[in-house]
Protein backbone atom coordinates (compact mmCIF):
# COMPACT_ATOMS: atom_id res chain seq x y z
CA UNK A 1 0.00 0.00 0.00
CA UNK A 2 1.05 3.19 -1.57
CA UNK A 3 1.71 6.07 1.52
CA UNK A 4 0.83 9.57 0.86
CA UNK A 5 1.48 12.50 3.12
CA UNK A 6 -1.90 14.81 3.55
CA UNK A 7 -0.96 18.47 2.89
CA UNK A 8 -1.56 18.74 6.38
CA UNK A 9 1.28 16.43 7.33
CA UNK A 10 3.33 18.52 5.27
CA UNK A 11 2.69 21.93 6.80
CA UNK A 12 3.47 20.01 10.22
CA UNK A 13 7.07 19.72 9.29
CA UNK A 14 7.67 22.70 7.30
CA UNK A 15 6.61 25.17 9.81
CA UNK A 16 9.51 23.99 12.27
CA UNK A 17 11.86 24.63 9.62
CA UNK A 18 10.24 28.09 8.94
CA UNK A 19 10.17 29.11 11.96
CA UNK A 20 13.86 28.28 12.37
CA UNK A 21 14.31 30.42 9.32
CA UNK A 22 12.46 33.03 10.81
CA UNK A 23 14.27 32.95 13.68
CA UNK A 24 17.72 33.07 12.46
CA UNK A 25 17.19 35.77 10.48
CA UNK A 26 15.78 37.56 13.30
CA UNK A 27 18.91 36.40 15.50
CA UNK A 28 20.94 37.96 11.96
CA UNK A 29 19.45 41.15 11.50
CA UNK A 30 19.47 41.67 15.55
CA UNK A 31 23.17 41.11 15.61
CA UNK A 32 23.79 43.10 12.20
CA UNK A 33 22.63 45.61 13.93
CA UNK A 34 24.39 45.17 17.00
CA UNK A 35 27.37 45.42 15.30
CA UNK A 36 26.71 48.58 13.45
CA UNK A 37 25.58 50.21 16.21
CA UNK A 38 28.58 49.43 17.99
CA UNK A 39 30.80 50.28 15.04
CA UNK A 40 28.55 53.73 14.88
CA UNK A 41 29.24 53.96 19.04
CA UNK A 42 33.28 53.00 18.24
CA UNK A 43 33.33 55.54 15.82
CA UNK A 44 31.44 58.30 18.08
CA UNK A 45 33.90 58.17 20.60
CA UNK A 46 36.56 58.34 18.52
CA UNK A 47 35.32 61.37 16.40
CA UNK A 48 37.30 64.28 16.61
CA UNK A 49 35.13 67.85 17.25
CA UNK A 50 36.04 70.39 14.38
CA UNK A 51 34.56 73.93 13.72
CA UNK A 52 34.39 75.19 10.19
CA UNK A 53 34.30 78.95 8.86
CA UNK A 54 34.73 81.10 6.01
CA UNK A 55 37.96 83.42 6.88
CA UNK A 56 37.85 87.60 6.32
CA UNK A 57 39.17 88.70 3.47
CA UNK A 58 42.35 90.19 5.78
CA UNK A 59 42.74 89.12 9.19
CA UNK A 60 44.30 92.35 10.30
CA UNK A 61 45.90 95.43 8.65
CA UNK A 62 47.63 97.24 11.81
CA UNK A 63 50.73 94.45 11.34
CA UNK A 64 53.72 95.70 8.80
CA UNK A 65 55.76 92.07 7.80
CA UNK A 66 59.65 92.11 7.51
CA UNK A 67 60.56 90.22 4.10
CA UNK A 68 61.85 87.40 5.00
CA UNK A 69 63.01 83.71 3.30
CA UNK A 70 60.04 81.94 2.29
CA UNK A 71 61.42 78.21 3.74
CA UNK A 72 59.36 76.75 0.41
CA UNK A 73 57.89 72.88 1.23
CA UNK A 74 55.57 71.72 -1.46
CA UNK A 75 53.63 72.97 -4.61
CA UNK A 76 50.57 72.38 -5.83
CA UNK A 77 48.96 72.53 -9.36
CA UNK A 78 45.25 74.40 -9.23
CA UNK A 79 43.79 75.81 -12.21
CA UNK A 80 46.13 75.63 -14.58
CA UNK A 81 48.50 77.48 -12.18
CA UNK A 82 51.72 76.47 -10.09
CA UNK A 83 51.13 77.52 -6.38
CA UNK A 84 53.59 77.37 -4.04
CA UNK A 85 53.43 76.92 -0.17
CA UNK A 86 55.48 78.06 2.18
CA UNK A 87 55.89 78.40 5.80
CA UNK A 88 54.02 81.48 5.89
CA UNK A 89 52.05 82.31 2.56
CA UNK A 90 50.73 80.26 -0.38
CA UNK A 91 51.79 82.06 -3.40
CA UNK A 92 50.41 81.89 -7.08
CA UNK A 93 53.15 81.75 -9.94
CA UNK A 94 52.07 82.84 -13.41
CA UNK A 95 53.69 81.34 -16.14
CA UNK A 96 57.05 83.29 -16.06
CA UNK A 97 57.61 82.33 -12.83
CA UNK A 98 56.83 85.58 -11.27
CA UNK A 99 54.26 86.04 -8.39
CA UNK A 100 50.62 86.54 -9.36
CA UNK A 101 48.63 86.64 -5.84
CA UNK A 102 50.24 85.46 -2.18
CA UNK A 103 48.36 84.86 0.73
CA UNK A 104 50.53 85.25 3.70
CA UNK A 105 50.12 83.89 7.76
CA UNK A 106 48.73 86.56 10.01
CA UNK A 107 47.01 88.52 7.30
CA UNK A 108 44.68 86.46 4.63
CA UNK A 109 45.79 83.28 6.61
CA UNK A 110 45.49 82.41 10.42
CA UNK A 111 48.96 82.51 12.20
CA UNK A 112 50.96 79.84 12.12
CA UNK A 113 52.68 77.68 9.60
CA UNK A 114 52.43 75.96 6.69
CA UNK A 115 53.19 72.50 6.17
CA UNK A 116 52.14 70.87 3.31
CA UNK A 117 49.40 71.12 0.42
CA UNK A 118 47.41 69.12 -2.01
CA UNK A 119 44.64 69.40 -4.50
CA UNK A 120 41.39 67.36 -3.86
CA UNK A 121 37.55 67.49 -4.33
CA UNK A 122 36.13 66.82 -1.18
CA UNK A 123 32.98 65.26 -0.32
CA UNK A 124 30.73 68.52 0.22
CA UNK A 125 32.57 70.63 -2.50
CA UNK A 126 31.43 70.42 -6.30
CA UNK A 127 35.18 71.57 -7.64
CA UNK A 128 38.67 70.66 -7.21
CA UNK A 129 40.46 72.98 -4.05
CA UNK A 130 43.65 73.64 -2.69
CA UNK A 131 44.01 71.96 0.81
CA UNK A 132 46.59 73.15 3.11
CA UNK A 133 47.68 71.62 5.86
CA UNK A 134 49.36 73.93 9.06
CA UNK A 135 51.38 73.29 11.86
CA UNK A 136 48.42 74.15 14.68
CA UNK A 137 45.32 75.18 12.51
CA UNK A 138 44.21 72.73 11.08
CA UNK A 139 43.13 72.40 7.82
CA UNK A 140 42.34 75.48 5.25
CA UNK A 141 40.40 75.11 2.08
CA UNK A 142 40.87 77.38 -1.25
CA UNK A 143 38.81 77.50 -4.02
CA UNK A 144 40.39 80.07 -5.63
CA UNK A 145 39.00 82.89 -4.35
CA UNK A 146 37.70 82.22 -0.59
CA UNK A 147 39.12 80.67 2.27
CA UNK A 148 37.51 78.19 4.90
CA UNK A 149 38.98 76.81 7.84
CA UNK A 150 38.32 73.63 9.53
CA UNK A 151 39.92 73.68 13.00
CA UNK A 152 39.45 70.48 15.25
CA UNK A 153 38.47 71.56 18.79
CA UNK A 154 41.57 68.88 20.02
CA UNK A 155 45.13 70.32 19.81
CA UNK A 156 46.90 67.29 18.90
CA UNK A 157 44.91 66.78 15.59
CA UNK A 158 45.33 70.38 14.34
CA UNK A 159 49.39 69.66 14.02
CA UNK A 160 48.69 68.28 10.89
CA UNK A 161 51.59 67.07 8.82
CA UNK A 162 51.15 65.17 6.23
CA UNK A 163 48.23 64.06 3.87
CA UNK A 164 47.27 62.08 0.82
CA UNK A 165 44.09 61.21 -1.36
CA UNK A 166 41.67 58.69 -0.43
CA UNK A 167 38.64 58.56 -2.58
CA UNK A 168 35.23 59.08 -2.42
CA UNK A 169 35.79 62.73 -1.04
CA UNK A 170 38.11 61.78 1.95
CA UNK A 171 41.47 62.75 2.53
CA UNK A 172 44.09 60.80 5.04
CA UNK A 173 45.95 63.50 7.65
CA UNK A 174 49.15 62.30 9.42
CA UNK A 175 49.81 64.45 12.47
CA UNK A 176 52.44 65.11 15.26
CA UNK A 177 50.71 63.10 18.00
CA UNK A 178 47.22 61.75 16.69
CA UNK A 179 48.87 59.14 14.22
CA UNK A 180 46.33 58.96 11.29
CA UNK A 181 43.41 60.59 10.74
CA UNK A 182 40.75 60.37 7.94
CA UNK A 183 38.32 63.23 7.00
CA UNK A 184 35.11 63.19 4.68
CA UNK A 185 34.09 66.58 5.65
CA UNK A 186 31.38 65.62 8.03
CA UNK A 187 33.76 63.41 9.92
CA UNK A 188 37.39 63.38 11.34
CA UNK A 189 38.35 59.68 13.15
CA UNK A 190 41.31 57.42 13.72
CA UNK A 191 42.07 55.67 10.34
CA UNK A 192 43.09 52.59 12.82
CA UNK A 193 44.17 51.74 16.06
CA UNK A 194 47.34 50.48 14.85
CA UNK A 195 48.28 54.06 13.39
CA UNK A 196 47.17 56.03 16.68
CA UNK A 197 49.34 57.62 18.43
CA UNK A 198 52.53 58.16 16.09
CA UNK A 199 54.48 60.84 15.05
CA UNK A 200 53.69 61.26 11.37
CA UNK A 201 56.25 62.70 8.62
CA UNK A 202 54.77 61.24 5.32
CA UNK A 203 52.16 59.59 3.73
CA UNK A 204 51.52 57.67 0.59
CA UNK A 205 48.73 55.60 -1.41
CA UNK A 206 45.28 55.62 0.16
CA UNK A 207 42.96 54.23 2.67
CA UNK A 208 43.12 50.35 1.34
CA UNK A 209 47.18 50.80 0.80
CA UNK A 210 48.95 52.72 2.91
CA UNK A 211 52.77 53.81 3.42
CA UNK A 212 53.05 55.92 6.64
CA UNK A 213 56.48 57.52 7.60
CA UNK A 214 57.17 58.63 10.86
CA UNK A 215 59.45 60.82 13.04
CA UNK A 216 61.57 57.89 14.97
CA UNK A 217 59.19 54.65 14.99
CA UNK A 218 59.79 53.51 11.19
CA UNK A 219 57.34 52.91 8.37
CA UNK A 220 54.22 51.46 8.26
CA UNK A 221 52.04 49.71 5.56
CA UNK A 222 48.49 49.33 6.33
CA UNK A 223 47.11 47.23 3.97
CA UNK A 224 43.59 44.64 3.91
CA UNK A 225 42.53 45.75 7.42
CA UNK A 226 46.41 44.79 8.81
CA UNK A 227 49.54 46.64 9.30
CA UNK A 228 53.28 45.75 8.79
CA UNK A 229 55.66 47.41 10.61
CA UNK A 230 59.31 48.23 9.25
CA UNK A 231 62.26 49.47 11.60
CA UNK A 232 65.73 49.00 11.35
CA UNK A 233 65.29 45.38 12.88
CA UNK A 234 63.42 44.70 9.60
CA UNK A 235 66.08 46.32 7.01
CA UNK A 236 65.17 49.97 6.95
CA UNK A 237 68.30 52.37 7.87
CA UNK A 238 67.16 54.77 10.24
CA UNK A 239 63.75 55.20 11.61
CA UNK A 240 63.14 58.35 10.88
CA UNK A 241 61.54 58.37 7.58
CA UNK A 242 61.63 61.35 5.22
CA UNK A 243 59.85 60.58 2.05
CA UNK A 244 57.86 57.55 0.38
CA UNK A 245 57.01 57.04 -3.23
CA UNK A 246 55.15 53.88 -4.44
CA UNK A 247 55.26 52.63 -8.54
CA UNK A 248 53.22 49.51 -9.26
CA UNK A 249 54.49 46.88 -6.72
CA UNK A 250 57.80 48.91 -5.63
CA UNK A 251 57.57 51.46 -2.47
CA UNK A 252 60.91 53.53 -1.93
CA UNK A 253 61.30 54.89 1.52
CA UNK A 254 63.63 57.85 2.51
CA UNK A 255 65.80 58.38 5.12
CA UNK A 256 68.28 60.51 6.41
CA UNK A 257 70.98 57.63 5.31
CA UNK A 258 69.70 55.70 2.71
CA UNK A 259 66.66 54.57 0.79
CA UNK A 260 65.11 51.20 1.28
CA UNK A 261 63.58 49.53 -1.61
CA UNK A 262 60.17 47.22 -0.70
CA UNK A 263 58.42 44.50 -3.24
CA UNK A 264 54.88 43.72 -2.86
CA UNK A 265 55.40 44.94 0.54
CA UNK A 266 58.47 43.32 1.34
CA UNK A 267 61.94 45.01 1.95
CA UNK A 268 64.23 44.00 -0.60
CA UNK A 269 67.68 46.08 -0.22
CA UNK A 270 68.81 49.46 0.76
CA UNK A 271 70.09 51.88 -1.74
CA UNK A 272 71.96 55.22 -2.13
CA UNK A 273 73.31 54.57 1.65
CA UNK A 274 74.97 57.77 2.02
CA UNK A 275 72.18 60.11 0.69
CA UNK A 276 69.80 62.22 2.96
CA UNK A 277 66.60 61.36 0.96
CA UNK A 278 64.30 64.37 1.98
CA UNK A 279 62.12 63.68 -1.04
CA UNK A 280 61.45 61.10 -3.53
CA UNK A 281 59.76 60.83 -7.16
CA UNK A 282 59.48 58.01 -9.91
CA UNK A 283 59.37 58.96 -13.67
CA UNK A 284 60.31 57.69 -16.77
CA UNK A 285 62.34 54.80 -15.08
CA UNK A 286 64.46 56.39 -13.07
CA UNK A 287 64.20 57.75 -8.99
CA UNK A 288 65.02 61.01 -8.43
CA UNK A 289 65.99 61.90 -4.93
CA UNK A 290 65.87 65.58 -3.14
CA UNK A 291 68.03 65.33 -0.63
CA UNK A 292 69.71 68.23 2.25
CA UNK A 293 72.96 69.15 0.61
CA UNK A 294 73.65 67.33 -2.47
CA UNK A 295 70.57 68.46 -5.05
CA UNK A 296 69.20 66.10 -6.60
CA UNK A 297 70.35 62.61 -7.76
CA UNK A 298 69.04 60.44 -10.44
CA UNK A 299 69.17 56.78 -9.82
CA UNK A 300 68.65 54.34 -12.83
CA UNK A 301 65.83 51.76 -11.85
CA UNK A 302 66.54 49.76 -15.25
CA UNK A 303 69.54 48.52 -14.36
CA UNK A 304 69.93 45.65 -11.46
CA UNK A 305 73.12 47.58 -10.15
CA UNK A 306 70.67 50.76 -9.10
CA UNK A 307 72.91 51.80 -6.13
CA UNK A 308 75.80 52.36 -8.84
CA UNK A 309 73.73 54.07 -11.68
CA UNK A 310 73.80 57.40 -10.16
CA UNK A 311 74.14 61.27 -11.14
CA UNK A 312 73.22 64.24 -9.25
CA UNK A 313 72.57 67.83 -9.85
CA UNK A 314 73.06 71.23 -7.57
CA UNK A 315 70.74 73.08 -7.40
CA UNK A 316 70.63 75.01 -3.88
CA UNK A 317 69.21 74.22 -0.11
CA UNK A 318 67.34 71.32 0.88
CA UNK A 319 65.10 69.72 -1.78
CA UNK A 320 61.35 69.28 -0.03
CA UNK A 321 59.47 67.61 -3.16
CA UNK A 322 59.54 66.53 -6.39
CA UNK A 323 56.58 66.77 -8.71
CA UNK A 324 55.45 66.36 -12.23
CA UNK A 325 54.34 69.29 -13.86
CA UNK A 326 53.03 68.87 -17.40
CA UNK A 327 55.83 67.55 -19.56
CA UNK A 328 58.29 69.29 -17.17
CA UNK A 329 59.69 67.72 -13.25
CA UNK A 330 59.86 70.74 -10.51
CA UNK A 331 61.78 70.53 -7.55
CA UNK A 332 60.90 72.46 -4.69
CA UNK A 333 63.75 73.73 -2.80
CA UNK A 334 63.81 75.45 0.89
CA UNK A 335 65.08 78.40 -0.71
CA UNK A 336 64.22 78.21 -4.67
CA UNK A 337 62.05 76.30 -6.96
CA UNK A 338 64.05 74.55 -10.13
CA UNK A 339 62.42 72.64 -13.20
CA UNK A 340 64.10 70.24 -15.18
CA UNK A 341 62.94 70.25 -18.90
CA UNK A 342 62.53 66.97 -21.24
CA UNK A 343 65.71 66.09 -22.12
CA UNK A 344 67.41 68.79 -20.87
CA UNK A 345 70.78 67.94 -18.96
CA UNK A 346 70.23 70.46 -15.78
CA UNK A 347 68.09 72.59 -13.58
CA UNK A 348 66.95 76.08 -14.03
CA UNK A 349 65.46 78.12 -12.03
CA UNK A 350 61.65 78.80 -11.91
CA UNK A 351 61.15 81.29 -9.80
CA UNK A 352 61.70 84.96 -9.58
CA UNK A 353 62.10 86.23 -6.07
CA UNK A 354 62.21 89.63 -4.49
CA UNK A 355 65.62 89.96 -2.06
CA UNK A 356 64.71 89.42 1.63
CA UNK A 357 65.37 91.89 3.95
CA UNK A 358 65.87 89.11 6.86
CA UNK A 359 68.67 86.44 7.07
CA UNK A 360 66.06 83.78 8.62
CA UNK A 361 62.63 83.72 9.85
CA UNK A 362 63.31 81.48 13.74
CA UNK A 363 64.22 84.31 15.34
CA UNK A 364 64.90 84.53 18.80
CA UNK A 365 66.34 87.67 20.29
CA UNK A 366 65.46 91.10 19.22
CA UNK A 367 66.69 94.72 20.73
CA UNK A 368 66.87 98.02 19.22
CA UNK A 369 70.24 100.60 19.72
CA UNK A 370 70.06 104.38 20.16
CA UNK A 371 70.77 104.73 16.44
CA UNK A 372 67.33 102.95 15.62
CA UNK A 373 68.86 100.00 14.37
CA UNK A 374 67.07 96.94 14.91
CA UNK A 375 69.23 93.58 16.16
CA UNK A 376 67.82 90.31 15.21
CA UNK A 377 69.18 87.47 16.88
CA UNK A 378 68.08 83.79 15.20
CA UNK A 379 67.99 80.16 16.53
CA UNK A 380 70.58 79.28 13.58
CA UNK A 381 71.80 82.02 11.62
CA UNK A 382 73.32 84.60 13.91
CA UNK A 383 72.60 87.96 13.73
CA UNK A 384 71.28 90.72 11.42
CA UNK A 385 71.55 94.17 11.95
CA UNK A 386 68.80 96.43 10.41
CA UNK A 387 69.64 100.15 9.82
CA UNK A 388 66.43 102.38 9.50
CA UNK A 389 64.02 99.35 9.72
CA UNK A 390 63.80 98.83 6.44
CA UNK A 391 67.49 99.92 5.39
CA UNK A 392 70.90 98.22 4.72
CA UNK A 393 70.97 94.50 6.57
CA UNK A 394 74.51 93.92 7.99
CA UNK A 395 74.57 89.78 8.52
CA UNK A 396 77.07 88.44 10.91
CA UNK A 397 77.19 84.93 12.02
CA UNK A 398 80.31 82.76 13.18
CA UNK A 399 81.02 79.83 14.90
CA UNK A 400 80.18 81.84 18.22
CA UNK A 401 77.77 83.87 16.60
CA UNK A 402 75.23 81.70 15.91
CA UNK A 403 72.17 80.28 18.27
CA UNK A 404 71.69 83.41 19.66
CA UNK A 405 69.70 83.43 22.96
CA UNK A 406 69.20 87.41 23.95
CA UNK A 407 70.86 90.51 22.93
CA UNK A 408 71.10 93.31 25.45
CA UNK A 409 72.74 96.63 24.60
CA UNK A 410 74.56 98.41 27.17
CA UNK A 411 74.91 102.19 26.96
CA UNK A 412 77.65 102.53 29.58
CA UNK A 413 80.48 101.28 27.20
CA UNK A 414 78.37 101.49 24.06
CA UNK A 415 78.56 97.79 23.76
CA UNK A 416 76.29 94.82 22.13
CA UNK A 417 76.18 91.87 24.80
CA UNK A 418 74.82 88.69 22.34
CA UNK A 419 73.96 85.57 24.68
CA UNK A 420 74.64 82.46 21.89
CA UNK A 421 74.92 78.91 22.90
CA UNK A 422 78.84 79.58 22.33
CA UNK A 423 79.94 82.06 24.60
CA UNK A 424 79.25 85.82 25.26
CA UNK A 425 79.90 87.65 22.50
CA UNK A 426 80.15 91.72 22.94
CA UNK A 427 79.91 93.83 20.09
CA UNK A 428 79.99 97.86 19.12
CA UNK A 429 77.26 98.89 17.83
CA UNK A 430 78.31 98.62 14.24
CA UNK A 431 78.55 95.08 14.45
CA UNK A 432 82.63 94.68 14.94
CA UNK A 433 83.53 91.52 18.09
CA UNK A 434 85.05 93.10 20.46
CA UNK A 435 85.36 89.93 22.55
CA UNK A 436 84.61 86.56 23.15
CA UNK A 437 83.67 85.07 26.44
CA UNK A 438 83.63 81.43 27.35
CA UNK A 439 84.45 78.88 30.29
CA UNK A 440 88.32 79.80 29.54
CA UNK A 441 87.61 83.36 30.56
CA UNK A 442 85.75 83.12 33.34
CA UNK A 443 81.97 81.57 32.37
CA UNK A 444 80.75 78.54 34.47
CA UNK A 445 79.94 77.45 30.92
CA UNK A 446 80.41 78.04 27.53
CA UNK A 447 76.40 78.05 26.71
CA UNK A 448 74.16 81.38 27.59
CA UNK A 449 70.92 81.47 28.18
CA UNK A 450 70.79 85.40 29.77
CA UNK A 451 73.03 88.70 29.87
CA UNK A 452 71.65 91.20 32.21
CA UNK A 453 73.63 94.62 33.26
CA UNK A 454 74.05 94.28 37.25
CA UNK A 455 75.56 97.19 39.16
CA UNK A 456 78.84 97.76 37.08
CA UNK A 457 79.22 94.25 35.41
CA UNK A 458 77.06 91.66 33.79
CA UNK A 459 75.15 88.91 35.45
CA UNK A 460 75.52 86.16 32.98
CA UNK A 461 72.78 83.15 33.06
CA UNK A 462 74.06 79.77 32.18
CA UNK A 463 73.06 75.85 31.91
CA UNK A 464 75.56 75.34 34.94
CA UNK A 465 75.08 77.98 36.88
CA UNK A 466 74.95 81.95 37.23
CA UNK A 467 78.48 84.00 36.65
CA UNK A 468 78.97 87.69 37.92
CA UNK A 469 81.45 89.99 35.87
CA UNK A 470 82.57 93.09 37.16
CA UNK A 471 86.09 94.49 37.08
CA UNK A 472 87.24 92.45 39.74
CA UNK A 473 86.34 89.30 37.79
CA UNK A 474 84.16 86.51 37.19
CA UNK A 475 82.67 84.66 40.53
CA UNK A 476 80.20 81.75 39.72
CA UNK A 477 77.08 80.81 41.82
CA UNK A 478 75.68 77.25 41.34
CA UNK A 479 73.35 74.70 43.64
CA UNK A 480 76.33 74.02 45.67
CA UNK A 481 75.95 77.90 47.09
CA UNK A 482 72.02 77.88 47.24
CA UNK A 483 71.34 78.51 43.87
CA UNK A 484 67.87 76.76 43.51
CA UNK A 485 68.53 74.68 40.55
CA UNK A 486 72.01 74.80 38.08
CA UNK A 487 70.05 75.68 34.95
CA UNK A 488 69.41 78.70 34.53
CA UNK A 489 67.20 80.20 32.09
CA UNK A 490 66.90 83.86 32.71
CA UNK A 491 67.70 87.05 35.35
CA UNK A 492 66.41 90.00 36.24
CA UNK A 493 68.07 93.17 37.46
CA UNK A 494 66.69 95.87 39.89
CA UNK A 495 68.46 98.07 41.92
CA UNK A 496 71.14 95.79 43.08
CA UNK A 497 68.58 93.11 43.76
CA UNK A 498 68.84 90.38 41.24
CA UNK A 499 66.23 87.07 40.66
CA UNK A 500 67.49 84.08 38.30
CA UNK A 501 64.93 82.57 37.42
CA UNK A 502 65.98 78.63 37.05
CA UNK A 503 64.75 74.98 36.39
CA UNK A 504 63.50 74.48 40.11
CA UNK A 505 62.83 77.80 41.08
CA UNK A 506 63.38 81.80 42.01
CA UNK A 507 66.65 82.41 43.49
CA UNK A 508 67.04 86.26 44.73
CA UNK A 509 70.19 87.53 45.41
CA UNK A 510 71.54 90.30 47.54
CA UNK A 511 75.39 90.97 48.30
CA UNK A 512 76.12 88.98 45.63
CA UNK A 513 75.14 85.86 47.81
CA UNK A 514 71.36 83.85 47.80
CA UNK A 515 69.36 85.60 50.30
CA UNK A 516 66.09 83.74 49.23
CA UNK A 517 64.99 81.46 46.83
CA UNK A 518 60.65 81.29 46.37
CA UNK A 519 59.97 77.50 44.82
CA UNK A 520 56.80 75.27 44.80
CA UNK A 521 57.67 73.95 47.99
CA UNK A 522 58.65 77.39 50.43
CA UNK A 523 55.71 79.37 48.29
CA UNK A 524 53.01 79.88 46.49
CA UNK A 525 54.81 79.20 43.15
CA UNK A 526 52.64 76.95 41.36
CA UNK A 527 55.38 76.27 38.43
CA UNK A 528 59.16 75.76 39.35
CA UNK A 529 60.37 76.12 35.57
CA UNK A 530 61.26 80.37 34.96
CA UNK A 531 61.18 81.38 31.96
CA UNK A 532 61.55 85.45 32.11
CA UNK A 533 61.59 87.90 34.98
CA UNK A 534 61.38 91.56 34.54
CA UNK A 535 61.16 94.39 37.14
CA UNK A 536 57.60 96.54 36.63
CA UNK A 537 57.88 99.22 38.91
CA UNK A 538 58.74 98.49 42.02
CA UNK A 539 57.79 94.69 41.88
CA UNK A 540 58.25 91.67 39.27
CA UNK A 541 56.49 89.28 36.65
CA UNK A 542 57.78 86.10 36.70
CA UNK A 543 57.03 84.12 33.22
CA UNK A 544 56.82 80.43 33.89
CA UNK A 545 56.74 77.43 31.35
CA UNK A 546 53.14 75.93 32.49
CA UNK A 547 51.74 78.35 34.57
CA UNK A 548 51.49 81.56 32.48
CA UNK A 549 52.68 84.68 34.29
CA UNK A 550 52.68 85.89 38.04
CA UNK A 551 53.48 88.50 40.11
CA UNK A 552 56.16 89.12 43.08
CA UNK A 553 55.71 92.18 45.20
CA UNK A 554 58.98 93.48 47.17
CA UNK A 555 57.04 91.64 50.25
CA UNK A 556 58.18 88.19 48.60
CA UNK A 557 54.13 87.59 47.98
CA UNK A 558 53.04 85.83 44.33
CA UNK A 559 50.06 86.95 42.77
CA UNK A 560 47.96 85.60 40.09
CA UNK A 561 46.44 87.61 37.01
CA UNK A 562 42.76 86.85 36.11
CA UNK A 563 43.89 86.19 31.94
CA UNK A 564 47.93 85.85 32.58
CA UNK A 565 47.89 83.02 35.11
CA UNK A 566 47.15 80.40 33.34
CA UNK A 567 48.15 76.90 31.87
CA UNK A 568 50.73 78.57 29.01
CA UNK A 569 54.44 78.75 28.43
CA UNK A 570 56.17 81.65 28.13
CA UNK A 571 59.23 81.60 25.65
CA UNK A 572 62.37 81.95 27.45
CA UNK A 573 63.33 85.65 28.06
CA UNK A 574 59.99 86.56 25.75
CA UNK A 575 59.30 89.69 28.33
CA UNK A 576 59.28 93.60 27.76
CA UNK A 577 58.25 96.31 29.72
CA UNK A 578 57.70 99.34 28.42
CA UNK A 579 56.31 102.42 30.26
CA UNK A 580 52.53 101.89 28.96
CA UNK A 581 53.12 97.71 28.75
CA UNK A 582 54.51 94.45 29.70
CA UNK A 583 54.35 92.29 26.48
CA UNK A 584 54.47 88.83 27.25
CA UNK A 585 55.35 86.18 24.55
CA UNK A 586 54.22 82.79 24.47
CA UNK A 587 54.63 79.37 23.60
CA UNK A 588 51.50 79.31 20.53
CA UNK A 589 48.92 81.03 22.46
CA UNK A 590 49.91 84.82 20.94
CA UNK A 591 51.26 88.02 23.00
CA UNK A 592 49.63 88.66 25.89
CA UNK A 593 49.55 92.65 26.33
CA UNK A 594 49.27 94.19 30.20
CA UNK A 595 48.30 97.67 30.07
CA UNK A 596 49.64 99.12 33.09
CA UNK A 597 47.75 101.78 33.69
CA UNK A 598 43.85 99.83 33.91
CA UNK A 599 45.79 96.41 34.95
CA UNK A 600 43.84 94.85 32.46
CA UNK A 601 45.49 92.22 29.71
CA UNK A 602 44.45 91.53 25.84
CA UNK A 603 45.53 88.73 24.03
CA UNK A 604 46.67 89.13 20.62
CA UNK A 605 46.27 85.80 18.38
CA UNK A 606 45.57 87.55 15.01
CA UNK A 607 48.29 89.65 12.56
CA UNK A 608 51.10 87.50 13.72
CA UNK A 609 53.08 85.32 11.36
CA UNK A 610 53.03 82.85 14.33
CA UNK A 611 51.19 82.13 17.30
CA UNK A 612 55.06 81.48 18.57
CA UNK A 613 55.88 84.59 19.75
CA UNK A 614 59.61 84.26 20.71
CA UNK A 615 61.13 87.75 20.98
CA UNK A 616 59.84 91.66 21.34
CA UNK A 617 61.70 95.14 21.31
CA UNK A 618 60.31 98.61 21.07
CA UNK A 619 61.30 102.39 19.60
CA UNK A 620 59.80 105.11 18.38
CA UNK A 621 56.45 104.29 19.26
CA UNK A 622 56.87 100.92 17.71
CA UNK A 623 56.62 97.14 19.10
CA UNK A 624 58.57 94.69 16.95
CA UNK A 625 57.41 91.24 17.65
CA UNK A 626 59.56 88.09 16.65
CA UNK A 627 58.24 84.86 16.43
CA UNK A 628 59.39 81.35 14.86
CA UNK A 629 57.47 82.68 11.55
CA UNK A 630 59.07 85.95 10.86
CA UNK A 631 59.37 89.58 12.14
CA UNK A 632 56.26 92.37 12.01
CA UNK A 633 55.88 95.92 13.31
CA UNK A 634 52.84 97.18 14.85
CA UNK A 635 52.41 100.97 16.85
CA UNK A 636 52.37 100.11 20.43
CA UNK A 637 49.49 102.56 21.09
CA UNK A 638 47.19 100.59 18.28
CA UNK A 639 47.79 97.86 21.30
CA UNK A 640 45.41 99.31 23.87
CA UNK A 641 42.85 97.26 24.84
Given amino acids: MRFTRSPWFRGFWIAPIVFGLSFATLVIVRATRALHQAQHDVRDENRIRFTQRQ ?63 ITA ?65 KVMVPLHPTLQSIDVTTLAGDDTDLWVGTLSAGVFHYHAGQTDHFTEANGLPDPQVLSIVTADDATYVGTPVGIAVFDAGKFLRV ?31 KSSRTSANTSSMAVGAEIRQLLVVNDSILAVGREGVYRKMPHAASWQPALKLNPSVLSDRNISAL ?13 DRGVDILAGDRGRTLHIEDEHVFCVNRIVLDDRSNTVNVATANGLVRMNQS ?13 IADHVTDVALFRKGLAVATPAGLTLIDASGARSLYAFQGLANNHVYTVGVQGDELLAGTLGGISQLRSDS ?49 TASDSFEVNPNAMLVTPAHVFVGTLGRGLYVYERESSRWRVIDHGLPSLNVTAMAAGDGNLYIGTDNGLVRVREHDLHP
Fill in 55 to 117: LPVSISSEFEFFHSPPSFQQAVLFDGHVFLVSSSALTELDETGAVNREFTSGRELPPGKLVAG
Fill in 121 to 185: TLADARVPEIILATENAGLLTFDGHSFHQILPERADARAITAMTRAGSGRLLLGTKKSGVLVYDS
Fill in 271 to 301: IAPTLFASSLLVSGGDLYVGTEDQGIVTISL
Fill in 367 to 379: ARDGEGHLWIGYF
Fill in 431 to 443: GSVQQVLTRADGL
Fill in 514 to 562: VARNFTTTTSTLRHNWITAIVPVGNAWMIGTYGDGVVGLDPAGTFRRFE
